[in-house]
């Protein structure tokens, strides 16, 4: 099926208080950890590591891909931050859910919020979509996974119900229990739709590897710095399409678009170049903000969920302190 521009989002009256209040409480749950662990961030707050890359926009791509980004070939700078996504900072070998996030410098437009943009970021995880299909339940269960355990069980039986409450512990635990290998050997994804130019699109970012290293969870980030000290490591960055509403739905970010409706096709690389660690490089990345709406309109991101994101990461922002 070839990409559509007839997409659509449903924005709904309210949406704007909602996502303020979701700020607010992100903000709140944000001090506490701040209070146990320092300034951070309110989820994504362990980093593993910051590298220094490039990234390429490739040459002779459809005219459907030719936009934002991806117009014109070219090369660029990037920073990489590799995360884990509790707020907390517990061992690498836990089970969560792990973040592959890139700035890209260099491009410049109409910036998605408001003004010129002069870069573009990117932030993956290593699942093809969310948990859950709603703001409203996708923000209650990170607010509850920030608290803690006890605070989790009870906004899932106070949700849910007790017999849902075990449905839903059952398929997170599946979730944050997901196998992972590494940072290299991985693919990670956008999990849910953005523009690209007046097209939609969802990301992957396919491994650079395949030779996985049996101890790399007592350390991620050692783990993909052992590799990347011996030589460049290069990641294909691919973008599949919007389809039609059946198939490649924009606001249910629960479902995986299907690759025999919507191949992926291969935009740019990331080449994370052979490097050694360093820590004064790693607290600027660290310090630095990741954000899904940090970049050019066109490819703003797209849906419920995004939408609500806007608000919760510049509260996560400006909560740093």
């Excluded at 009256?13 to 944000?30: C, I, K, L, M, T």
């Excluded at 996974?145 to 017999?163: K, N, Q």
């Amino acid at each position: 099926m070839n990409p559509s521009t007839e997409w659509q989002e449903n924005v709904t009256a309210g949406e704007e208080d909602r996502f303020a209040a979701y700020a607010r409480a992100f903000a709140d749950a944000q001090q506490r950890k701040n209070r146990k662990y320092g300034p951070g961030r309110a989820l994504h707050r362990k980093q593993g590591a910051a590298l220094r890359a490039q990234f390429e926009a490739l040459p002779d791509l459809p005219a459907y891909a030719r936009h934002g980004l991806f117009a014109t070939a070219a090369r660029y700078t990037a920073w990489v931050r590799l995360s884990n996504g509790s707020g907390d900072k517990k061992a690498d070998g836990r089970p969560d859910i792990r973040g592959f996030s890139f700035k890209v410098f260099g491009p410049s437009g109409p910036a998605a919020l408001s003004g010129t943009a002069t870069t573009q970021d990117f932030l993956l995880i290593n699942h093809p979509t969310f948990a859950l299909p709603s703001a409203d339940e996708f923000v209650g269960l990170a607010l509850a996974v920030i608290a803690g355990p006890g605070r989790l069980l009870r906004y899932l039986v106070g949700r849910y119900g007790f017999i849902g409450a075990l449905r839903k512990m059952k398929q997170l635990a599946s979730t944050f229990g997901k196998p992972f290998s590494g940072f290299a050997t991985e693919p990670f994804y956008s999990a849910a739709p953005f523009a690209c130019g007046p097209f939609a699109a969802r990301a992957r970012l396919l491994p650079a590897s395949h030779d996985k290293n049996p101890q790399a969870s007592n350390d991620w980030g050692a783990d993909f710095h052992q590799r990347v000290a011996q030589e460049p490591l290069q990641f294909d960055f691919q973008l599949q399409f919007f389809v039609d509403e059946a198939h490649t739905p924009i606001e249910n970010p629960t479902v995986d678009w299907p690759e025999h409706v919507s191949p992926y096709l291969t935009v740019g690389r990331l080449t994370v170049v052979q490097q050694a660690a360093d820590p004064a490089f790693a607290n600027e990345v660290d310090a630095a903000h990741f954000d899904i709406w940090g970049g050019l309109a066109a490819h703003r991101p797209l849906g419920e969920i995004m939408r609500a994101r806007k608000a919760t990461y510049y509260a996560s922002q400006t909560g740093r302190t």
